[in-house]
């Protein structure tokens, strides 16, 4: 039965397979790439599900090298169908909606390795607000979260350029102060960089202390 009143989200966080994920890392990066997904996509999740307006956590992924520890942590785990991320956002989607269909459901990158949890409960309550709302990557150009209240048609649209594609498709765009955190996608050195300007999560500043042990 549907839950008006639930505020509390059903996050869907979708994570590629792992020899195919964070290529534009892959120079900076060299053997230690996939240990660096594996380790942005932790830091993700934790935050997430320290979220008090997360009720659950449910990652899409077809790598078991993934699903451990995203699972260890406290994620539900769904199969990837492999038919590219909108389809695997779309089955997490229906895995919430079978599980908690009176919850709002949202789609969060796993790339965010500096995610507050208090700046994503800023970010879901502003979405609260809307049937359909998204916000906007750091470079204004694609989309780290989009959300639907309860009941609604989940029809995210992420993929290169996606901002403008969401905003197409009627979504909301949040542009709230103090959620730099959810903004702070990482997919080259320089939004590395920058999302360590934030303050990186405990998993990925490991490996970067091992990728670059001088600071
Ligand atoms: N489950 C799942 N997640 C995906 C898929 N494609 C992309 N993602 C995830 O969607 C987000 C954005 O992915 P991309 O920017 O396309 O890929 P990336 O691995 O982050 O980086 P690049 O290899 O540099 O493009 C990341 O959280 C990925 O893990 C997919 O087909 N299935
Ligand atoms: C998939 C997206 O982003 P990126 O490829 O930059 O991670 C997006 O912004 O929709």
């Given at each position: 039965m549907l839950n008006p009143m639930s505020n509390r989200w059903?996050?869907?966080?979708?994570?590629?397979?792992?020899?195919?994920?964070?290529?534009?890392?892959?120079?900076?990066?060299?053997?230690?790439?996939?240990?660096?997904?594996?380790?942005?996509?932790?830091?993700?999740?934790s935050a997430a599900l320290a979220c008090p307006l997360v009720a659950r956590v449910i990652v899409v992924t077809a790598d078991p090298a993934a699903a451990g520890p995203l699972s260890v942590l406290g994620a539900d785990v769904v199969p990837d169908p492999d038919q590219g991320l909108n389809t695997a956002l779309r089955t997490g989607a229906a895995h919430a909606v079978r599980v908690a269909p009176g919850d709002p459901v949202g789609a969060l990158q796993a790339d965010l390795p500096a995610l507050r949890p208090a700046e994503l409960a800023t970010a879901l309550t502003a979405a609260a607000e809307f049937d359909q709302a998204f916000v906007p990557d750091a470079l204004d150009v694609g989309t780290t979260f989009y959300g639907v209240r309860a009941g609604l048609p989940f029809t995210p649209r992420f993929g290169g350029e996606s901002r403008s594609?969401?905003?197409?498709?009627?979504?909301?765009?949040?542009?709230?102060?103090?959620?730099?955190?959810?903004?702070?996608?990482?997919?080259?050195?320089?939004?590395?960089?920058?999302?360590?300007?934030?303050?990186l999560g405990g998993h990925t500043a490991a490996v970067v202390a091992d990728l670059w042990p001088s600071g």
């Amino acid at each position: 039965m549907l839950n008006p009143m639930s505020n509390r989200w059903s996050l869907v966080i979708p994570v590629k397979t792992l020899v195919a994920a964070k290529t534009r890392l892959a120079a900076a990066t060299g053997p230690h790439r996939t240990r660096l997904a594996v380790a942005v996509a932790c830091d993700t999740v934790s935050a997430a599900l320290a979220c008090p307006l997360v009720a659950r956590v449910i990652v899409v992924t077809a790598d078991p090298a993934a699903a451990g520890p995203l699972s260890v942590l406290g994620a539900d785990v769904v199969p990837d169908p492999d038919q590219g991320l909108n389809t695997a956002l779309r089955t997490g989607a229906a895995h919430a909606v079978r599980v908690a269909p009176g919850d709002p459901v949202g789609a969060l990158q796993a790339d965010l390795p500096a995610l507050r949890p208090a700046e994503l409960a800023t970010a879901l309550t502003a979405a609260a607000e809307f049937d359909q709302a998204f916000v906007p990557d750091a470079l204004d150009v694609g989309t780290t979260f989009y959300g639907v209240r309860a009941g609604l048609p989940f029809t995210p649209r992420f993929g290169g350029e996606s901002r403008s594609r969401h905003l197409a498709g009627g979504a909301k765009e949040l542009c709230v102060e103090g959620i730099e955190s959810v903004r702070r996608d990482v997919d080259t050195p320089d939004d590395l960089r920058a999302a360590m300007a934030l303050g990186l999560g405990g998993h990925t500043a490991a490996v970067v202390a091992d990728l670059w042990p001088s600071g």
